[in-house]
T-cell receptor, first 110, second 113 residues
């Protein structure tokens, strides 16, 4: 599975959009981009995933660049409860492992 | 109703003891996992079972033995506990083994004294 690079930490004001970048320059054609988050003392929570098209669900939007070498997770209106560590993971279609990196610690402030 | 539940939530024990952590999922999933999160917050996969069969074993010491009596349960038994086993252990499940989102339990914090 390709490796990912994320900034270690980011801040965002409550009510504003949080844009979390992820670099995955070695991604191959059949690998998906997954995003999970871990709120303090809880288990990781699935957010969204995509292959090459942009995706949106009730939690977030995922924007994947045309060359697929990077992506951005967008939380459109961040709340204090969105404070968490966000993990960007690249996973092969037939891979049964989800490998977590170090993630981005997002702090939402009032 | 909790989808993936683990017990106990906290486990404090002495070195050398044997302990078990239980995990149950009510999602009807075929695949279950154990992950370990150490003090530096790295999450690492330990085991994966698909329909009660072991499919991933990530170079975990053989003191750790997973047991899956049925596809809704995956328990983790640890023999001869060591200080380095102190961590948070997360159980997870997915509908199938590949390309599916994982649902995680709330974790078991194990402290070995």
């Amino acid at each position: 599975d390709a490796k990912t690079t994320q900034p270690p930490s980011m801040d965002c004001a409550e009510g504003r959009a949080a844009n979390l970048p992820c670099n995955h320059s070695t991604i191959s054609g059949n690998e998906y981009v997954y995003w999970y988050r871990q709120i303090h003392s809880q288990g990781p929570q699935y957010i969204i995933h995509g292959l090459k098209n942009n995706e949106t669900n009730e939690m977030a939007s995922l924007i994947i660049t045309e060359d697929r070498k990077s992506s951005t997770l967008i939380l459109p209106h961040a709340t204090l409860r969105d404070t968490a560590v966000y993990y960007c993971i690249v996973r092969g279609y037939n891979t049964d492992k989800l490998i977590f990196g170090t993630g981005t610690r997002l702090q939402v402030f009032p | 109703d909790t989808a993936v539940s683990q017990t106990p939530k906290y486990l404090v024990t002495q070195m050398g003891n044997d302990k078990s952590i239980k995990c149950e999922q009510n999602l009807g999933h075929d695949t279950m996992y154990w992950y370990k999160q150490d003090s530096k917050k790295f999450l690492k996969i330990m085991f994966s079972y698909n329909n009660k069969e072991l499919i991933i074993n990530e170079t975990v010491p053989n003191r750790f033995s997973p047991k899956s009596p049925d596809k809704a349960h995956l328990n983790l038994h640890i023999n001869s506990l060591e200080l380095g086993d102190s961590a948070v252990y997360f159980c997870a499940s997915s509908r199938q083994a590949t390309n599916e989102k994982l649902f995680f339990g709330s974790g078991t914090q194990l402290s070995v004294l």
